[in-house]
C-alpha cells in the first residue's frame, strides 16, 4: 500500500501580498513612463540613433540581469569583515544580499523584462522606419531584427549570469558602493 504523502499549507503573508501589488504597479508605470520616453526619442532620430538606443537598452538588461544573479550567488561573510573595518559600500551590500530575493525580483524581472518588452517595441520602430525610408515591406526584415533582439538578450544574459556568479561578490561590492554615493548624496540634498 502506497504511503500517503502530506503537503504543508504555507500561509501566504499580508506583506507578501503588499509587496506583490506593489511590484506590480511600479511595473506598470515604469514601463508606461519608459516606452513613452523611447517612442518619443525614436519619433524624429535617424536609424544609427535608434539603433543605439536599442544596442543600450539590451545591454541595460544584460547588465541589471547580472546584478540580480550576483546578489542571489553571493555569501554575506566577506561583507562582515568589510563593514567592521568601516570599508565603503559594505553595509548597503549586506542590505542587499539580505534582501536577495526582492533585489533579484527587481533587477531581473521588473528592470530586466522592461527592458526586454521595451528592445522590442523599439526594434518595431526600426524596422518600420526602415520600410518607410526605403519604400519596402519585407517580413524578412521584421524576422531579421527579432531574432537580432533575441540572440544579443539571450545570448547576453547567459554570458552576464556566468560573470555575474564568478564576480558575485566584486558586483554586490560595486553596486553597494554606487548606494553608499547615492545616499550620501541624498542626504547632503537634505540639508
Avoid: W
Avoid at 23 to 43: D, K, N, P, R
Amino acid at each position: 500500500m502506497a504511503k500517503k504523502i502530506k503537503f504543508r499549507r504555507v500561509k501566504v503573508k499580508e506583506q507578501s501580498i503588499k509587496m506583490l501589488v506593489l511590484i506590480t504597479g511600479m511595473t506598470f508605470l515604469i514601463a508606461m513612463l519608459f516606452s513613452y520616453i523611447f517612442e518619443v526619442l525614436l519619433a524624429d532620430v535617424p536609424l544609427v540613433i535608434a539603433f543605439f538606443l536599442l544596442i543600450s537598452i539590451i545591454i541595460i538588461g544584460i547588465i541589471c540581469d547580472g546584478i540580480g544573479n550576483a546578489v542571489v550567488a553571493v555569501d554575506e561573510v566577506t561583507f562582515h569583515a568589510m563593514a567592521a573595518s568601516k570599508v565603503k559600500g559594505a553595509k548597503e551590500s549586506i542590505v542587499l544580499i539580505r534582501n536577495a530575493p526582492m533585489v533579484a525580483n527587481l533587477f531581473n524581472d521588473v528592470i530586466g523584462d522592461i527592458c526586454g518588452i521595451i528592445s522590442g517595441s523599439t526594434a518595431t520602430a526600426i524596422v518600420l522606419s526602415i520600410e518607410t525610408g526605403f519604400g519596402i515591406q519585407s517580413v524578412l526584415l521584421s524576422i531579421a531584427m527579432s531574432g537580432f533582439v533575441a540572440a544579443l538578450t539571450v545570448g547576453g544574459k547567459a554570458i552576464g549570469k556566468s560573470f555575474a556568479i564568478a564576480r558575485a561578490r566584486y558586483i554586490v561590492y560595486y553596486v553597494g558602493i554606487i548606494m553608499y554615493y547615492v545616499k550620501k548624496i541624498i542626504k547632503s540634498n537634505r540639508k
